[in-house]
């Protein structure tokens, strides 16, 4: 259909991979229909994120390489969405002019609209609203209870792997981060709309959920009779929907991993004994300036927790390095943490000031590049060291994978037999063995031969062949 083919480039954490799979869904119900590269769009959409001025960068970068193209084909229309839309607003315009259209990720739904606003010839559209309704937290809920439920299954990052967002938003402002900014307020979604969309989910053909919140495991919802529905009895209610075998969540804030919270998922089998549970540093002068809100003492406390209540469970975290103030010393105790709490994995971010934040304000950024570059390594080499260690006890053992898809190293043609797969187990480690292309979505058993830092090596487990006669 005449302008109505849309290109979307997302970048940013699993909430933009949702936000763009369910705006593409809304405009394919107006009718537009998806195309991969730019150059064949009518109209090209960017979901951006602010979490690091890097991320930012991207997208101007991106934007700026269509810019001729634009100039060529002015009725290309050019929107850009997600949090850097939100925090920069007016400033993306600036940046680059060109741009048609300003979305935030509260007013995603109004995408359709706004683009036959700026075809009518209305000029340049911006949304940015992000304010809280007045009311019962079940009536906010139900306010925007009208764009989570619009899924495409195509947009998904595989036919049987969903995210479903429980929680919008995010009120711990710690003093880094701009998210509290970019996505407002705090607020769970109703558990009856979440239950409800699961079941579309495992209708379409879903086999694992992963639930979505920037603190997931805080998840409260308190209904007009003042009953309360917290994160375990969620997990309890999602558990029993028939088709979904694997249930996830992230991100987990340490503050609220409860015992309560832990048992539940140790006596429900279908909630993945994973948990990513960033601790952002090892220090407490560093954690009291990051207004994180626990110290070591109450992470460590934490950890034993899991230990206890899930042993099976792998942990990973986040760390940031070279934050205002960061000293060798401070340093080195997030070091210390890493090698006491032996996490599956961690991501590492060198800090990265964002405008708008407490630390942007009162924190000079006073570490030098250099020196965050190099705690970065270090504490990667660490992390990848532990990670490799562990990940040796698998070889020989068997694990249970759902099977994703074709490995990055996978055989090109189309032709090929034999070809390298790649899934992940239930504690979310990345396994990769040779296959076919019909065994994703399946669950398979994999005997571990090798192993990496980030990947188990394995071969498909076959049944053991029985001689009749031999049946002891
Ligand atoms: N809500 C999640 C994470 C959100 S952002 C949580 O609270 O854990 C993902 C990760 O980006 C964070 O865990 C943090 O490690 C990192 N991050 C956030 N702001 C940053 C900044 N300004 N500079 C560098 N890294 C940052
Ligand atoms: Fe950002 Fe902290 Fe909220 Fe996570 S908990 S999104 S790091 S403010
Ligand atoms: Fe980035 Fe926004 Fe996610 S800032 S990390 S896309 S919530």
Redesign the pocket.
């Known amino acids: 259909m005449m302008n109505k083919r849309v290109y979307i480039k997302t970048v940013g954490?699993q909430m933009n991979v949702l936000d763009s799979e369910m705006v593409i869904a809304d405009l394919r119900r107006h009718g537009y229909t998806v195309v991969e590269s730019p150059n064949d769009a009518d109209c090209l959409l960017y979901n951006t994120c602010s979490?690091?001025e890097h991320a930012e960068e991207k997208i101007y970068s991106a934007l700026g390489k269509i810019r001729t193209q634009k100039e060529r084909h002015p009725e290309k229309l050019i929107g850009v969405m997600g949090c850097m839309a939100q925090k920069d607003q007016e400033i993306v315009f600036k940046r680059a002019p060109f741009v048609d259209m300003v979305v935030g990720p509260g007013q995603l739904h109004a995408i359709p609209g706004l683009i036959d606003k700026v075809r009518a010839g209305e000029g340049r559209q911006m949304a940015v609203s992000l304010s809280r309704n007045e009311g019962s937290q079940a009536v906010i809920a139900r306010s925007h209870e009208t764009f989570d439920p619009l899924r495409d299954p195509s947009m998904r990052p595989t036919p049987f792997q969903a995210y479903l967002r429980i929680q919008i938003g995010?009120d711990?402002f710690?003093t880094?981060?701009?998210?509290p900014n970019t996505r407002g307020p705090e607020q769970g979604r109703l558990p009856e709309q979440i239950i409800a969309e699961a079941r579309t989910l495992a209708d379409q053909g879903c086999r694992e959920i992963t639930l979505l919140g920037?603190?997931v495991n805080s998840y409260k919802f308190r209904h007009d009779d003042g009953a309360v529905t917290d994160m375990a009895a969620l997990l309890e209610q999602l558990h029993p929907i028939d088709g979904i075998e694997r249930i996830k969540f992230v991100?987990?804030?340490p503050k609220d991993m409860t015992e309560r919270l832990l048992r539940t998922i140790g006596e429900l089998p279908k909630v993945s004994p994973y948990l990513?549970v960033?601790a952002?540093s090892g220090s407490d002068d560093v954690l009291r300036r990051m207004k994180r809100g626990y110290t070591i003492a109450d992470y460590m406390e934490m950890f034993e927790r899991i230990e206890h209540w899930l042993p099976e469970a792998s942990v990973s975290s986040?760390?940031?390095v070279g934050?205002s103030g960061e000293t060798e010393d401070e340093f080195q105790k997030t070091i210390k943490l890493v090698e006491r709490c032996r996490f599956k994995n961690s991501?590492i971010?060198?800090?990265?000031?964002?405008p708008g934040?407490k630390?942007a304000e009162r924190l000079p950024d006073d570490v030098p590049r250099e020196v965050k570059a190099r705690r970065n390594n270090e504490l990667l080499a660490v992390q990848d060291a532990i990670s490799k260690e562990d990940n040796y006890k698998f070889i020989g053992q068997t694990v249970r994978v759902l099977v994703e898809g074709l490995s990055k190293k996978a055989s090109k043609d189309p032709e090929a037999h034999v070809v390298q797969m790649t899934g992940r187990t239930h504690c979310d480690r990345i396994v990769v063995f040779d296959g076919n292309r019909r065994q994703a979505g399946e669950f398979l058993d994999i005997q571990i031969d090798d192993v990496s830092c980030h990947t188990l090596v394995g071969r498909v487990r076959t049944v053991d062949v029985v001689t009749i006669g031999d049946v002891s």
């Open positions: 954490c979490v690091r995010c711990k710690c880094y981060c701009v998210v920037q603190t991100t987990n804030y990513h960033p952002q986040d760390f940031i934050f991501f971010f060198q800090y990265s000031v964002r934040t630390a």
